[in-house]
C-alpha cells in the first residue's frame, strides 16, 4: 500500500469537500478501498497505484466540474463518477448553454440525463421523457423549446397539460376558463418567466406565438411549425395520447414527458404515457430518455424522500403479496 498527496491549487477545498465534508464523504464511497483524509488544500490518499489512478482523475473531473459551473453537488458526484456520465458532462458542448434567460441566467444541461435529453431532441422529432419529480424534464424541454424559437426553427411554442385530471373536470373551480386552468399550468409559467422577461412573454402569449392550453383543447388540430411539450402525461389516457401525437405537423418538434410513479387516473385505466413508450420504443425519429433520481436537482432532501416513499411503497407491495398467496 503506497501513499500520494494530490494539490487541489488555489481551489476553495470547501467548495469541494461540502458542508461537513458531505461531498467527500459522497466521493470517498465511491472508493472503499482507500484511505481518504482531506488536509487543507491537498487530499492525502492510501491504497493500491491501479485505483489511486482512478480517484485522482475522477479528482480532476470533480474539480474542472466545480471551475466551470461553480457548483458541485452530490448528485453531480454521482454523474461525474459514471465513465459515460465524465465524457457528456466535460465534452467540449457539456458546459453549454441551452439558452440565456433573464439577467444573463445560463441555463445548460446540469445532469448525464439532461444532456441525453438535450441531445435526442437536436436528434429526433419526437422525444419521450420520464423520470421523477425534480429531475428537469419540463423545464430542460421548456429550455430547447425557447432556444428553437430564438434560433427561429420554429414559429411557435405550444405548452399542454392533462388539467386537473385526465378526465379534465374543470368546471367546478371558479372563474373563466384561464383562471380555471392556471393553477395547473404554473411549472410552465415559471420555467418561461425565467428565460423570457415579463413583459416579453406576454406579448407572446397575447400574439399566440407561446400558447399554453390544456389538452382537450389540442383535438382537430395540426401543430406544424411549432415547438410542443406534452407535460404530466402520466395522467393521459390511451386514446388521449394517440389524439395528442396524431396532431404532429411535418415540421413540428414533439416532447412528452412524464413521471409514471404519479399517475392519478383511475386504477383501472392504462396511463397513455406508459403505452406509447412501449409500442414506439425502437421507431427511427423517436427518442426515449429515462430520467433518474441522480438527475434530481431540488433540494438534496428529494433524493432521499423519493427512496423512501419508494421503499416504503415495494414493503407494503410485498406485504400485500403475501397476504394474497395465504387465503386459502
Known amino acids: 500500500m503506497t501513499e500520494r498527496n494530490i494539490d487541489l491549487g488555489r481551489l476553495n477545498p470547501a467548495a469541494l ?23 487543507g488544500s491537498q487530499i492525502a490518499v492510501k491504497g493500491d497505484e491501479e485505483t489511486m489512478d482512478v480517484f485522482e482523475k475522477k479528482i480532476a473531473l470533480l474539480v474542472n466540474h466545480l471551475k466551470k459551473f461553480d457548483i458541485l453537488t452530490e448528485n453531480n458526484i454521482d454523474n461525474l463518477m459514471l465513465t459515460e456520465g465524465d ?13 440565456y434567460g ?25 422525444v ?16 430547447m423549446a425557447v432556444r428553437a424559437l430564438k434560433a427561429k426553427e420554429v414559429r411557435r411554442i405550444i405548452l399542454s397539460r392533462p ?15 384561464k383562471e380555471k386552468l392556471d393553477p395547473y399550468l404554473m411549472p410552465l409559467y415559471d420555467a418561461l418567466r425565467d428565460m423570457i422577461p415579463p413583459e416579453k412573454l406576454n406579448d407572446m402569449m397575447q400574439l399566440g406565438i407561446i400558447e399554453i392550453a390544456p389538452l382537450a383543447f389540442m383535438r382537430g388540430r395540426t401543430l406544424d411549425k411549432a415547438f410542443v411539450i406534452l407535460d404530466e402525461a402520466q395522467n ?6 394517440k389524439m395528442f401525437l396524431t396532431r404532429m405537423g411535418t415540421t413540428a418538434k414533439f416532447v412528452v414527458t412524464g413521471d409514471m410513479s404519479q399517475v392519478d387516473l383511475p386504477s383501472r385505466q392504462r396511463s397513455g404515457l406508459s403505452y406509447a413508450k412501449r409500442i414506439l420504443e425502437g421507431i427511427d425519429g423517436i427518442g426515449m430518455v429515462e430520467m433518474g433520481q441522480s438527475d434530481i436537482i431540488r433540494h438534496p432532501l428529494i433524493s432521499k424522500i423519493i427512496s423512501a416513499f419508494e421503499a416504503e411503497e415495494l414493503k407494503e407491495e410485498k406485504i400485500n403479496d403475501d397476504r394474497r398467496i395465504k387465503k386459502p
Open 236 to 241: 393521459t389516457t390511451i386514446m388521449q395520447m
Open 87 to 99: 465524457s457528456l458532462l466535460n465534452s467540449p458542448a457539456g458546459g453549454d448553454a441551452i439558452v
Open 102 to 126: 433573464n439577467a444573463g441566467l445560463k441555463i445548460t444541461a446540469r445532469t448525464v440525463n439532461q444532456k441525453k435529453l438535450v441531445q435526442a431532441i437536436l436528434k429526433n422529432d419526437m
Open 17 to 39: 469537500f461540502g458542508v461537513n465534508n458531505s461531498n467527500l464523504k459522497k466521493i470517498k464511497s465511491y472508493f472503499p478501498k482507500l484511505s481518504v483524509v482531506a488536509r
Open 163 to 177: 388539467a386537473v385530471e385526465a378526465g379534465e373536470n374543470l368546471g367546478f373551480l371558479p372563474g373563466d376558463l
Open 128 to 143: 419521450f421523457v420520464s423520470g421523477p419529480a425534480g429531475s428537469g424534464k419540463t423545464y430542460t424541454a421548456v429550455a
